[in-house]
């Protein structure tokens, strides 16, 4: 069975320093990754996906996620953030023949 | 593209009622998700169309629930009766088949049901 864990339920930061979401996840075959962003009553965006290559991906607004494989990880980065980067995001996994799972959501907090 | 579309945004009603919610999916998109999600137990899959038919129900929760495709731009989630545990935010969402496992799905604003 495939599973995603995120084990913090919250993350403060202060403005333009780097953040670091985690995702860590459970699959039989080979992952397929997934980062979306919810703001407030909004549908769940998506930010950015790992299938194959190059371990490193960039996605939208400045994010990127680094495929780790021995670590079973996929976390979410951000060299800068910004007040409006405050939201839930949410990682989620894929494999062959499966269907989608999200994790429980991590909440962001940008401090000014 | 406007994106994938729900209605309505908010429902409120009373306890046995039957309710309906309403999508329209990325014009293209071959694949349709409904999801709930609340609080206690995050984002749940409901169940999952492919050329407008069903795949997989088994997130449904129970026969009060129902879902239809009757075409590729339109799909509806019925609650019949609704009970007050069913309150949640619902969203739909489509994805189309690019030949690998790795489609993104793209979701709607959702829509937000009370029931009281």
């Known amino acids: 069975a495939q599973s995603v864990a995120q084990p913090e339920d919250q993350v403060n930061v202060a403005e333009g320093n780097p953040l670091t979401v985690k995702c860590t996840y459970s699959?039989?075959?080979?992952?397929?990754l997934f980062w979306y962003v919810q703001y407030p009553n909004r549908g769940l965006q998506f930010l950015l996906k790992y299938i194959t290559g190059d371990n490193l991906v960039k996605g939208s607004y400045g994010f990127e996620a680094e495929f780790n494989k021995s670590q079973t990880s996929f976390h979410l980065k951000k060299p800068s953030a910004l007040v409006s980067d405050s939201a839930l995001y949410f990682c989620?996994?894929?494999?062959?023949?499966?269907?989608?799972?999200f994790g429980p959501g991590t909440r962001l907090s940008v401090l000014p | 593209d406007a994106g994938v579309i729900q209605s309505p945004r908010h429902e409120v009603t009373e306890m046995g009622q039957e309710v309906t919610l309403r999508c329209k999916p990325i014009?293209?998109?071959?694949?349709l998700f409904w999801y709930r999600q609340t609080m206690m137990r995050g984002l749940e899959l409901l169940i999952y169309f492919n050329n407008n038919v069903p795949i997989d129900d088994s997130g449904m929760p129970e026969d009060r629930f129902s879902a239809k495709m009757p075409n590729a731009s339109f799909s509806t989630l019925k609650i019949q009766p609704s009970e007050p545990r069913d309150s949640a935010v619902y969203f739909c969402?489509?994805?189309?088949?690019?030949?690998?496992?790795?489609?993104?799905?793209?979701f709607g604003p959702g829509t937000r049901l009370t029931v009281t």
């Open positions: 699959v039989s075959g080979n992952p397929y």
């Open positions: 989620a996994v894929k494999s062959y023949g499966q269907n989608f799972v």
């Open positions: 969402a489509s994805s189309s088949w690019h030949g690998t496992e790795g489609s993104e799905q793209y």
């Open positions: 014009s293209g998109h071959d694949y």
